[in-house]
């Protein structure tokens, strides 16, 4: 039986890639902090099947205590601070562990066993102010915020330990990826909830910010198979995963509102308090190298995963305020 450790268990990708290798028929292992208000409701239906173990990417000795105890054959680093907001707010935060973070388990990695497969989750956040169109694995790297900075770090350290110390660690540049799963900071999680509390007559307006920035998004379920698809091949390398489709803020509201009937005009106010001190507008992927060397192709298209989200939503909206 294969063994596969994985921080930021018990955030959407962790949650997902959790569930796709326990179906492969792997040990799985979470990483999670030791704090008061850690939220285990994204794992909470295969807790009993998974091994959890208190650790830090702030602290090099739990990572070392963890990977000498538990001997994975895969390590997936998920956790990270990564809501893009927030890492204005705290950047240095940021910094320690999206960017530092990684190369305190490279480093853990490389002390105890060179042998592990090194999952380093990368983000389409480093192209920022985009060199082309799409970007690809080759697109120069030009981030727009701390979080964008610090992953760019992660990514670079990767590649860095996999040339000079021979890992197994490979990157993977996701780009916008979603779900039901996925908490109400982020965009599209938020038009949809936004969206059926609209319709179940619990709220009268959306605030958001920029409509005009585009993103290229897919399903997070779709994107963690591609993780174990990285680690499945004979060399390390880096991919980009996307849809290799764009879609603006403004689509994605006409899409979440007419799916449920409403016209979203009457209803989303543009706020600047959500608007980013520098603003990323246009990122669309081209996955090619993991269609051609994974054979990974996305299964869940734009309009299902905003109604996908949306059906979710009422439902749970529903639950939580006893609305028929």
């Known amino acids: 039986m294969p063994k596969a450790l994985i921080t930021g268990i018990t ?3 962790g949650s997902y890639l959790a569930e796709f290798l326990l179906e492969k028929g792997y040990e799985v292992i979470g990483m999670v902090r030791r704090t008061s208000t850690v939220n285990f409701s994204r794992i909470q239906h295969i807790q009993d099947k998974i091994r959890l173990v208190s650790g830090d990417l702030l602290d090099q000795g739990s990572l070392i205590c963890i990977l000498q105890e538990h001997m994975p054959d895969e390590v ?3 956790a990270a601070q990564s809501f893009v907001p927030t890492s204005w707010e705290q950047p240095v935060f ?8 990684v190369t305190r388990i490279l480093e853990a990695v490389r002390a105890v066993d060179k042998s592990i497969r090194f999952y380093q989750a990368s983000s389409s956040e480093m192209f920022g102010k985009v060199r082309e169109v799409p970007q690809n ?15 760019v770090y992660g990514h670079w350290i990767t590649v860095n330990y996999r040339e000079s110390y021979g890992l197994h660690a490979t990157s993977g540049i996701l780009f916008n990826h ?10 599209l999680r938020k038009i949809t909830h936004g969206v059926a509390r609209i319709k179940l007559g619990l709220a ?9 920035s585009c993103r290229d998004i897919g399903f997070a379920g779709d994107y963690v198979r591609a993780m174990w698809m990285m680690l499945q091949q004979p060399a390390p390398d880096d991919y980009v995963v996307a849809t290799g489709e764009t879609h603006s803020i403004r689509e994605m509201c006409e899409e979440a509102f007419g799916y449920v009937d409403l ?6 106010v543009q706020d600047p308090r959500f608007m980013r001190p520098a603003e990323v507008d246009l990122l669309v992927g081209d996955a090619s190298k993991a269609r051609e060397v994974l054979g990974w192709e996305p299964t869940v298209s734009f309009r299902g995963l ?9 439902k749970l909206v529903k639950q939580e305020h006893w609305v028929g």
């Open 204 to 212: 009268n307006e959306l605030r958001l910010g920029n409509l005009d």
């Open 263 to 268: 016209d979203w005009q009457e209803y989303v």
């Open 11 to 13: 955030g959407q990708d």
């Open 94 to 101: 940021t910094g320690e562990v999206t960017g530092l973070g």
């Open 76 to 78: 997936y680093n998920l």
């Open 137 to 151: 694995e080759c697109t120069p790297f030009y981030p727009r915020s701390p979080y964008g900075v610090a992953k």
């Open 306 to 314: 905003v109604r996908m989200m949306v059906d979710a939503d009422l």
């Open 178 to 187: 979603t779900s039901p799963r996925r908490g109400l900071e982020f965009v």
